[in-house]
């Protein structure tokens, strides 16, 4: 079955730092545009960083200088590096992919890793 399964989530101290990835399994395929999105609770999912398969980068406002978003090609792999984390990060993060499948696989979404900042 193609999926994308995250790790690295956890719990972390304001100031301190993470790192998430989502890795695509299933079979071997290509993947255009990833990104990071993220839903803390009561609020709407929003758009954390995107990335496309040439490595162009796009990141919200409230994230900026923080956080690095990068992928892997060859591993279909995407990644995100969180600094300076502040409590209003806590959210649930999903992974996201655009493939070069057919639906039902054209668009897919991570089960989502929990990241939650505080002392």
């Known amino acids: 079955q193609v999926q994308l399964v995250e790790s690295g989530g956890g719990l972390v101290q304001p100031g301190g730092s993470l790192r998430l990835s989502c890795a695509a399994s299933?079979?071997?395929?290509?993947?255009?545009?990833m990104a990071w999105y993220r839903q803390a609770p009561g609020k709407e999912r929003e758009l954390v960083a995107q990335?496309?398969?040439?490595?162009?980068?796009n990141y919200a406002d409230s994230v900026k200088g923080r956080f690095t978003i990068s992928r892997d090609n060859a591993k279909n792999t995407l990644y995100l590096q969180m600094n300076s984390l502040k409590p209003e990060d806590t959210a649930v993060y999903y992974c996201?992919?655009?493939?070069?499948?057919?639906?039902?696989?054209?668009?897919?979404w991570g089960q989502g890793t929990l990241v939650t900042v505080s002392s």
């Open positions: 990335i496309t398969r040439a490595r162009a980068t």
């Open positions: 299933g079979r071997e395929f290509g993947i255009n545009n």
């Open positions: 996201y992919a655009e493939t070069f499948l057919a639906s039902p696989y054209r668009f897919l």
